[in-house]
């Protein structure tokens, strides 16, 4: 390294000696790797700014490639060498950027002073203290894609670690529940067509850690972190989007034979890395080395917040769900899981496919069968395929899914949902919501579908307890957002499920289902020009059913006859065969008072156990027609009175 060698660097009663390559404190010698040395020695020498990590590797490996999770390691050890606390730092990580030496430094130049002799502190002709600028705004690194068994093992422990620091305080100090936040990890492949890989281990880690000890851990949802995937968001700003304390960040690189692993975990408070390390190992013993690291890994963080390394406690963690019996349908589930995450019409179908092509691989591994369930109800629930052609799917899937395994929290679920939607059976939809949240708390799209399903049915205070636990745990979901603007204005909330569109729209002005949702709570206050202006501005241009039969009540309701005309006119060439058409006439009829059309598509929507239905007891939409006999007489048949 290039750096002067006659001048001793002095901080906090460490004494640092570039000629003899010595660390000393309180007359003692602390012991570096020569690396750490070099790291520690370009960090001091330059306090006061950020050292880029380019600058470091080059520095301190110059003429040799290494990765920049050696860097990590190496500021790792210099850390623990400094006996660095959460309460007191010594060095600041600046994510994406470097690293900052934060205390002052006397730096003393000794004139004259030969090459060959170490200079001492007595022959000091000059002292310069170094001033520290305020700490840099940290602009987040992502790390990501890991591999599965491996990553998940690794995580859950890091959790765990949180779990038994929290767990053994003093009796006297009441524990609060410890949020975690799992940061999208980086593709570290050099191949942007594994990203499928990395974000559906993301979702995995999320989901082994939320079954971990939800009474003491709560882990952020996937839709929530996958915000900040490439993102230059700051870990401070994290925390405070998502209300967690810490937050993990993790990368790998895979080869056919092997992977190498890193991992950290970061207290937001003060954004101090309470543990890292790196693993390369052989790809054929994942279950030796998720021993390995859970071991370390809950060592290491009991360690860094309680000052105990108590081994056994690493082996406390719950027992994992049953895997795939190959690596390559692990592999195709998590394509699967990647493409339904898009909940677009494409991407649920190729989701489907990669289920299936998992299933061949495996055909008893439950968690594939599991995806096709979520898959096919949902596209039934979202009106893109033929309900009695779907739900049967669906139902098939789920059930085999928990013949293999009934702890599958998403089978259940996927069965409460069929049951919901295509049985109207609402004593059964709520017994598998229920065990599916028993099974996994911590499964945000559980406790979403579970107040849709209480709201339908009138029981309005539930459902805002299980909507405001489905935020908290997926604070950044838009759909669970807008859901919770659904049942505000099921429950003739209007100006308050105006007010949580537009906080909706705040996170992203481009949701049209937010946008559009605002037009149903104008009409129903009245304030028809800006129903119509709703309509203009989230769906123009747009011939969609929905946006037609929203057309036709606003502009009917507004007293303007032609425009609510042509409307109809243009939904009536809406094909027979368009999945939307049903509920569509529905919201059309319904909304314009034509009241024996509509109990006829009732009737009908019924007959085919359209989803259409489950939403009567409470829309807004039928409040004139709550007293006719026949829409009395099928809210009995649906087991809604």
Same mark, same amino acid.
């Given at each position: ?26 007359? #003692? ?125 690794? /995580? ?89 304390? !810490? ?41 030796? /080395? ?39 349908? !692990? ?6 899981? !990647? ?12 989701? #489907? ?41 669906? &139902? ?62 009138? &029981? ?67 304030r028809y020009a800006d129903a119509a202006d709703a309509l203009t501005r989230w769906a123009p241009h747009d011939d969609s059913a929905w946006t037609l039969a929203w057309q036709a ?89």
């Amino acid at each position: 390294m290039s750096i002067l060698t006659n001048n001793l660097y002095e901080f906090e009663g460490f004494t640092l000696n570039p000629r003899n390559r010595t660390l000393r404190k309180g007359g #003692a010698t602390v012991a570096l790797t020569p690396k750490a040395f070099d790291v520690l020695l370009l960090l001091i020498s330059n306090a006061g700014r950020i050292v880029k990590k380019e600058e470091l590797i080059k520095t301190v490996w110059p003429e040799s490639f290494v990765e920049e999770s050696n860097l990590t390691q190496t500021i790792f050890r210099v850390r623990k060498a400094l006996d660095e606390t959460s309460d007191h730092r010594y060095i600041l990580t600046v994510q994406g950027q470097g690293y900052t030496f934060l205390v002052p430094v006397t730096e003393t130049t000794i004139p004259g002073q030969k090459a060959d002799a170490p200079p001492t502190t007595s022959q000091a002709a000059s002292v310069r203290e170094t001033t520290l600028p305020p700490p840099s705004r940290r602009a987040s690194i992502r790390l990501s894609s890991t591999l599965a068994a491996v990553a998940i093992a690794m /995580l859950m422990i890091a959790a765990s670690g949180i779990w038994i620091w929290n767990s053994r305080r003093a009796a006297a100090v009441k524990p609060a529940k410890t949020m975690l936040a799992i940061l999208p990890f980086e593709n570290f492949t050099g191949d942007p067509g594994q990203d499928y890989f990395s974000d559906g281990l993301t979702e995995e880690i999320i989901s082994q850690l939320g079954n971990l000890d939800p009474a003491h851990l709560g882990v952020i949802a996937r839709t929530s972190v996958m915000h900040y995937k490439h993102s230059p968001a700051s870990i401070p700003q994290i925390g405070q989007d998502l209300s967690v304390q !810490y937050v993990v960040e993790g990368s790998v690189r895979r080869d056919s034979q092997g992977v190498r692993i890193t991992a950290q975990l970061i207290q937001v408070q003060d954004q101090s890395h309470l543990w890292a390390r790196e693993y390369d190992r052989d790809l054929g013993h994942l279950i030796e /080395l998720q021993e390995e690291i859970a071991r370390e890994v809950a060592n290491e963080v009991e360690f860094s917040l309680t000052g105990q390394r108590p081994i056994s406690l690493a082996r406390e963690a719950a027992a994992p769900l049953a895997g795939a019996n190959s690596y390559e349908a !692990y592999d195709l589930y998590l394509k699967g899981r !990647y493409f339904w995450n898009k909940r677009t019409d494409d991407g649920f179908r190729q989701a #489907a496919d990669y289920f299936q092509q998992s299933i061949d691989k495996d055909p008893n591994y439950g968690r594939a069968y599991a995806g096709l369930a979520d898959t096919y109800s949902l596209i039934s629930t979202w009106a893109i395929g033929p309900q009695n052609v779907l739900m049967p799917k669906a &139902r098939a899937a789920a059930s085999r899914a928990l013949e293999i395994d009934e702890r599958l929290a998403e089978a259940h679920a996927s069965l409460a949902l069929i049951k919901e939607n295509y049985d109207y059976d609402w004593p059964g939809a709520e017994k598998e919501f229920r065990r599916a949240i028993q099974l996994n708390p911590q499964y945000a799209t559980a406790h979403q579908w579970y107040a849709e399903f209480l709201s339908w049915q009138g &029981r309005f205070e539930e459902a805002f307890a299980e909507s405001e636990q489905a935020r908290q745990l997926d604070p950044l979901s838009l759909i669970i957002a807008s859901d919770h603007a659904i049942i505000l204005y099921n429950s003739h909330q209007y100006e308050n499920a105006l007010k949580q569109c537009r906080s909706v729209l705040e996170l992203d002005p481009t949701y049209r289902h937010a946008g559009q949702m605002m037009a149903s709570s104008y009409l129903q206050l009245g304030r028809y020009a800006d129903a119509a202006d709703a309509l203009t501005r989230w769906a123009p241009h747009d011939d969609s059913a929905w946006t037609l039969a929203w057309q036709a009540v606003v502009y009917a309701r507004w007293g303007q006859t032609e425009q609510a005309r042509v409307a109809f006119d243009r939904l009536e060439r809406i094909p027979a065969s368009d999945m939307h058409r049903t509920p569509a006439f529905l919201t059309a009829y319904s909304g314009t008072g034509q009241k024996e059309r509509m109990l006829d598509a009732l009737e009908k929507a019924y007959s085919e156990h359209s989803n259409a239905v489950v939403q009567i007891k409470v829309d807004p939409l039928y409040d004139p027609f709550r007293t006719d006999p026949r829409f009395e007489a099928l809210l009995r048949r649906l087991k809604l009175e």
